[in-house]
C-alpha cells in the first residue's frame, strides 16, 4: 500500500479551453495539459498520430553516408552482414533490415551473437566469422555496436566497411565506420532522439529507399511499402521500454494497427500461444505477452528462435517455433521467481541496519538470462536501484536497473576503474568486472549514489492523474481514454482516484486475486462497476466500503462482449 498520495496539478483553465476545442472529455483534456499538451494543434496531432508526422530520414545524423555505402552495396550485389542484438530491440531490428535489404534485391545475411557464448555485441572474432567467412564486405549493426572500436578496426584492418546504427550511449571515442548512425550523438532533445534499435533500422531503410529511388532501382523491381514493416517497430519499441512520445508514438500507433492484421504467420501464431485477440491488440500486450517470450529465446537459448519466428511464412512451422518461446517463457519465469526469493531472502538475512541506497547482489549460479529482471523487480520492490550479477570465468556480469531521478550510468561511470566494460540507459544497463573486485566497486557505487541521489530509498507518492466518479466510468469514456494511447513509458495509462466506494460484491478468482463490484457509497442505486484488484494479500479481504482507491481502467473481455473494468492499484 502506498501511504501517500499526489494528485498531479493542472490548468483547469488550459483543460477546459482544450475540452471545448477538441470536444474532448473534462478529465481526458486534463491529462493532456498535465502531459504538457495544453495547445490545441499540439494536442489534435498527438491524439492523432500520423506517419506524415515523422521527420525526414535526413534529419538523422549520419544517414546519408550510410544509406549510400549500403546502396553501393545492393547495387552491385556485394554481400551485406546485418548484425544484431538478442534482445527484442535487436531481433525486431534484425529482421526488418534483413527483410527490406532482400526486398531490394541485397545479397544479404543476417547474424545475431549466443549471449552465453559470445555476449554482447560486435566483437573482433565476429570480422573472421561470420562477416568473412560469408565474404560480406560490408556489415551493419542494429541495435548495438556503439562501443565495438575494436571491432570496427579489425573490420577496417581486412578491407570490410562497417556502418554502425545503435542507440545506446555513444563512447567519447570516434568510431572508424563508414558511418554511425545514432541519434544520441546529438542533441538529447531532438526529435529523433528516442528511438530505439529498431526505429534506427526502420529510419535507415526509409533513406536506403529514398536513395535507390533516384538511382532508379524501383523500376526494376517493387519498392517496399515501410508501414507494413512498422509491427516490427511497434514491438521492438515497447520491449524495449524507450519513451512513447513524439516519433515513437507515431511509429507504434502505426504499427498497432498492422500487428492487429495479423500479417505475418509467426506473429499470429505469437499471439495464439500468448492468448493476444489480434483485433483487440494494444500495447500492454506486446509489453507483458508478446515481448516477454520474445525476449525468452535470447535468454535461455538462442535469440535466433525469435528472429526465425518473425521472418517465418509458414504457418505450420511459425506455430512450432511459436510454441518453443512459449516454453522457454514459462521456464523463464521459474528461474526469475527463484532467483528473486532468493535475492529477497539474502537481504532480509544480511540486512541488520537501513538498506544501502543501491543495492547489489552476486551469486555464482544466478542464470545470466534473466538477472536482468530480476534487478528491475528489485528496484520496483525497494525503490533504489538494483545491481544483480552472476559469475563467468574470472569475471562478474551483470545487468543494472535504476529508478527515476538516478541515471545508471553515470553512477557506473564514477565507478569506472574496476570495471572491464559497461553500457545502456540511464534506467538499465549492463557491467562486466574481474572477480577480485566486486567489494570495491560495491562501496564505490554506494559513495557514487550517496552523492548523486541522496534522496533514494523513500517510496515516492502515488502520483494520481485525477479524480473520476464511477459514474463516469462509460464505454463512451474507456473509448475517448483510448485516444491517449499507445501507453507506455513517458506516457502511462492514467491512474485514477475515487473516494467513499461501498464494496457491493467481492470473490477471490485465481490463486490470490480480488474481484469486486463498486459504487460510489452515497448513491448505492446509481451505476456499479466492476473492479479487480490483482495479487491482493491474502489476509485482508475488503469491508463493506473503500474509503479511498486508486485505480486504471480497462476492459474486461469475456465471450465476446467486453465492459468497463477498474483495475485497482491502492489500497
Known sequence: MHSAWRIQPCDEAAAGRLAAALSLPLELARILVQRGIGDTETARAFLDPALDQLPLPESLDGLTPAAARLAEAVTAGQRILVFGDYDADGVTATALLTDFLQEAGASVTAYIPDRHQEGYGLQPRHIVDPAEAAGCRLIVTVDCGAASHAAVAEARRRGIDVVVTDHHLPHADELPAVAVVNPRQGLPDAPLAPLAGVGVAFYLAAGLRAHLRR?????????????????????????????????????????????????????????????????????????????????????????????????????????????????????????????????????????????????????????????????????????????????????????????EGLDICAVFRAAAQHLCAFGGHPMAAGLQLEAGRLAAFSRDLQAAVDRLAPQLGAPPPLAIDGELDLDRITPAFLDALAGLEPFGSANPRPLFAARRLAVCDWRTVGRSHLRMTLCQADRPAARQVDAIRFNAPADSPPGPCLPRAAFRLGWNRFNGRRSPQMIIVDP
Not at 238 to 264: F, I, K, S, W, Y
Not at 265 to 280: F, Q, R, T
Not at 377 to 387: D, E, G, N, S, T
Open 215 to 403: 538511382l532508379d532501382w524501383w523500376n526494376r523491381r517493387p519498392e517496399p511499402n515501410l508501414r507494413q514493416a512498422c509491427d516490427l517497430v511497434a514491438l521492438g519499441t515497447v520491449a524495449d521500454m524507450v519513451p512513447l512520445v513524439g516519433v515513437n508514438r507515431v511509429l507504434t500507433h502505426a504499427g498497432l494497427a498492422v500487428l492487429r492484421e495479423a500479417r505475418r504467420p509467426g506473429l499470429e501464431a505469437l499471439m495464439a500461444v500468448s492468448a493476444v485477440s489480434p483485433p483487440d491488440l494494444d500495447s500492454q500486450d506486446i509489453a507483458f505477452r508478446l515481448a516477454p517470450r520474445l525476449n525468452a529465446a535470447g535468454r535461455l537459448a538462442h535469440a535466433r528462435l525469435a528472429l526465425d519466428l518473425l521472418r517465418c511464412p509458414d504457418p505450420v512451422q511459425a506455430r512450432q517455433l511459436a510454441q518453443r518461446l512459449d516454453d522457454l517463457n514459462r521456464q523463464r519465469r521459474c528461474l526469475e521467481a527463484d532467483i528473486f526469493a532468493e535475492a529477497v531472502d539474502r537481504l532480509k538475512r544480511e540486512g541488520t541496519g537501513p538498506l544501502p541506497r543501491i543495492l547489489v547482489l552476486a551469486e555464482d549460479s544466478w542464470h545470466e538470462g534473466v538477472i536482468g529482471i530480476v534487478a528491475g523487480r528489485l528496484a520496483r520492490c525497494y525503490h533504489r536501484p538494483a545491481v544483480v550479477l552472476t559469475r563467468r570465468g574470472d569475471r562478474w556480469k551483470g545487468s543494472a536497473r535504476s529508478v
